[in-house]
């Protein structure tokens, strides 16, 4: 832009802790050495309130950002991290982005992005950012802050207020409805989301999307699968016909407006050795993370009885190795209690974790059991989850289908247990 001078915003910070977002940027507005407004507002929120986003560098240039950006989250339902992905790609690539001089910080409640004209995408491992002239010394204040303050708060102080919203599956509503009238008990019983199944079309889901958005109960989540193709199989068509169904199903969550598909990755048997699963799962999911990427759907493997995965140590270094923010673990707190503590496995799976299914099991017997009936301890998983892990988001039980009185019964039960904070 050559000598010209231009409206510049400086420091704005960002803090993401326990599923709270908080930004604040100190106003400062300078026409070259010179300080022409100290109470600027840098920050806008979005989506409803939903998304928070700041800027520093160039005033008008960050404001044609912020359209942009809004344009985005429409494009794609509300998905932050995909109207990231895109903005920046876009930023990188459009000659006339190009030339745009500002730094964004975006996020909601569960994730944190800096945006650059790069087209880089940064999303900070301690959940804070800061940009601007005094950017560096805001973020390292506020990183030695806010880690002093988890370590000296308790498990009653840091839980107050976090409501983790409840979805259902769809699979558990009654089968005799049409889906709109399936959504509309769901949202009436209290659950404020839904995960979807797996589905024959694009076209098909999309439908199902707007359907449950219109009843406002939007879907978050597909429940894939793959126990029909194991992406362990010595079969390469059984591998081919796997890859394809995955790919089906990315695509189908993105056009119903959901985040995170749900993977067994493997399955060991007498005839696929467990290292073989390992080794082979790795390699066929990671040939379609790209494409996870490009849609802004995240990959999530789950823990279920498969003979697979079956200590949270190993867990937690399957899902490392990929290196990848669009692989992470989907968490069934019922699946461990057989042969373990959920609890542990939650607090060393830690931000790993993208979403949680909600089961309990009484070990004398080994029974599935309705929610608060088993061996699970829940304020321990509240506590854990929660507290020390900071998860915010989306919980789904996995039950039987029932009617609405069942329906109504475990969202009381799911409140009690753990979606609300003690004594809430």
């Known amino acids: ?3 010209e001078k231009v409206y510049r915003g400086t420091t ?8 709270s977002l908080a930004m604040g940027c100190d106003g400062q507005v300078s026409l070259g050495d010179t300080i022409v407004k100290s109470r600027a507002v840098k920050i806008r929120t979005m989506a409803e309130g939903r998304i928070l986003a700041g800027f520093a560098g160039s005033v008008a240039d960050a404001l044609t950002l912020f359209e942009k950006f809004e344009g985005k ?10 109207a990231v992905v895109e903005l920046a ?10 030339r745009l001089e500002a730094i964004l910080i975006v996020g909601d409640r569960e994730r944190l992005f800096l945006l650059s004209g790069s087209g880089e995408v940064i999303e900070p491992d301690d959940d804070v950012l800061g940009v601007g002239s005094g950017g560096q010394y805001a973020a390292a ?18 839980s107050e207020g976090v409501h983790l919203p409840k979805a259902i599956q ?15 008990m769901a949202r009436s019983c209290g659950f404020e989301g839904v995960e979807a199944v797996t589905m024959e079309s694009v076209d098909a889901a999309t439908r199902l999307g707007d359907l449950a958005r219109e009843a406002g109960t939007p879907v978050h989540s597909m429940t894939f699968g793959g126990w029909g193709a194991p992406l362990s199989s010595p079969d390469p068509e059984v591998i081919k016909q796997g890859l394809t169904d995955l790919e089906l199903a990315l695509r189908c969550t993105k056009a119903m407006g959901g985040e995170v598909v749900l993977l067994v990755p493997a399955v060991v048997n007498e005839s696929v050795r467990y290292v073989e699963a390992y080794e082979r799962s790795q390699k066929h999911i990671r040939t379609l993370l790209p494409l996870a990427e490009e849609l802004g759907i995240v990959i999530a493997v789950e823990n279920v009885w498969n003979n ?3 200590s949270p140590i190993e867990f937690a270094r399957y899902v490392d190795e990929f290196e990848s923010p669009w692989l992470k673990a989907y968490f069934d707190v019922g699946n461990v209690v057989a042969f373990g503590w959920p609890q542990d496995w939650i607090r060393t799976l830690d931000d ?7 089961k309990d099991f009484k070990r004398d017997g080994r029974e599935w059991t309705n929610l608060g009936e088993g061996d699970v301890n829940w304020p321990e998983i509240r506590a854990s989850l929660v507290d020390e892990v900071g998860y915010a988001t989306w919980i789904t039980p996995e039950l039987p289908s029932g009617d609405e009185e069942y329906l109504r019964d475990l969202v009381a039960r799911i409140d009690r247990l753990i979606a609300l904070p003690p004594g809430a």
């Open 308 to 310: 697979f995965l079956l």
């Open 73 to 82: 989250l429409e494009s794609f339902s509300g998905n932050t991290a995909r």
């Open 352 to 358: 790993r974790i993208a979403r949680v299914h909600l």
């Open 170 to 184: 769809y699979s558990m509503l009654p089968g005799d409805l049409s889906d709109a009238e399936k959504f509309r």
């Open 12 to 19: 704005v910070l960002a803090v993401r802790r326990r599923g």
């Open 1 to 3: 832009m050559g000598n």
């Open 89 to 98: 790609r876009d930023w990188r690539m459009d000659r006339m982005l190009r």
């Open 141 to 158: 204040a506020a990183a030695m802050t806010a880690g002093a303050a988890t370590l000296g708060a308790g498990a009653q102080e840091t």
